[in-house]
């Protein structure tokens, strides 16, 4: 943080300015609503995981990642509920 505090009309113009704004933000606390994690564990069959490291390693990306990619593209393609 900087020794004094500026002004919130110092904030807008240094803002407009494009500066970086950063160090005169806590962001010890910040959040990004609706991102909350919550870790579950899934048991997949060794064949399942075996395809899930292919898929995963010709992407690219790791396993988690590769599983969260898919969850994400089932859950957008699911009809909504009547």
Known sequence: MPAKKPRP????????????????????NARRPGRDVQRVNV???LDQLQAIDAEAARLG??????IKIRMADA???KPAPR
């Open 9 to 28: 009309a110092e904030i807008e113009l240094k803002f407009a300015a494009g500066e970086d704004l950063t160090p005169y933000l806590d962001l010890s």
């Open 43 to 45: 048991d997949f069959t």
């Open 61 to 66: 990306v790791t396993r988690q990642a590769f």
């Open 75 to 77: 859950l957008e393609k």
